[in-house]
């Protein structure tokens, strides 16, 4: 069965402390893998989308990263405005665009 | 330059009710994205529309609920007779068509909250 898993559910930083963000996925062809930033009470933003193993994206303090199993998103010396919730999904080669399997998400909270 | 824009931003319906949906695309976006996202859960894939078509809409209920992305105009989400378990965020998100099939990423809405009473 296709499946996204996030981890941590939640993860807590003091402003300054790095740290990474994982999704692991299980599908049966990997056409793209998609990281997305949801704010409480809004929609999800687009970030990045990583399409083969090796492949590293980077954007302001963020940078994600692809293996044949899962991804990472790594934040660099994290700012409160940087608290929210990560979601990640694939999209399966063979189906419809943009037809995204998301993960539940890491919640993300920057402490000053 | 506005983005997907969905209203309303918040609905309530009484059970037995028809919820209506809406959803205007970025302005040269022809395709259209619903996703429900429940309490405590990821966002599910419901249906993929272009213009005056269904692309896939394998993840929308077999009764109930119906979609469509008219010529002119937003696309609509249509839940009839709602129950109370049809609570939850509905999300619109529109893409680009890319001919050489470099995949355009979505970009969603701010949902609407459908409340169920």
């Known amino acids: 069965e296709d499946q996204v898993t996030q981890s941590p559910e939640a993860l807590r930083l003091q402003e300054g402390e790095s740290s990474s963000l994982n999704c692991s996925y299980t599908?049966?062809?990997?056409?793209?893998l998609f990281w997305y930033r949801q704010d409480p009470g809004k929609g999800p933003e687009f970030l990045f989308t990583?399409?083969?193993a090796g492949e590293e994206k980077e954007k302001e303090r963020l940078k994600a990263t692809l293996t044949k199993k899962e991804s990472f998103l790594h934040i660099t010396a994290p700012k409160p405005e940087d608290s929210a919730t990560y979601l990640c999904?694939?999209?399966?080669?063979?189906?419809?665009?943009?037809?995204?399997?998301f993960g539940t998400g890491t919640l993300l909270a920057v402490q000053p | 330059n506005a983005g997907v824009m969905q209203n309303p931003r918040h609905l309530v319906r009484r059970r037995g009710q028809e919820a209506r949906l809406r959803c205007s695309p970025v302005?040269?976006?022809?395709?259209v994205y619903w996703y429900r996202q429940l309490p405590e859960e990821g966002l599910k894939f419901m249906v993929y529309?272009?213009?005056?078509?269904?692309?896939?809409e394998s993840g929308m209920p077999k009764e109930r609920f119906s979609a469509e992305f008219p010529k002119e105009g937003p696309s609509i989400l249509r839940i009839q007779q709602v129950v109370r378990g049809d609570s939850a965020a509905y999300f619109c998100?529109?893409?680009?068509?890319?001919?050489?099939?470099?995949?355009?990423?979505?970009?969603f809405g701010q949902g609407t909250r459908l409340t169920v009473v």
């Open positions: 998100a529109s893409s680009l068509w890319d001919s050489s099939y470099l995949h355009t990423e979505a970009f």
């Open positions: 599908v049966s062809g990997l056409r793209g």
């Open positions: 990583l399409y083969s």
């Open positions: 999904a694939v999209e399966k080669e063979g189906g419809a665009t943009n037809k995204l399997i």
């Open positions: 302005k040269g976006h022809s395709h």
């Open positions: 529309l272009q213009k005056e078509n269904i692309i896939d």
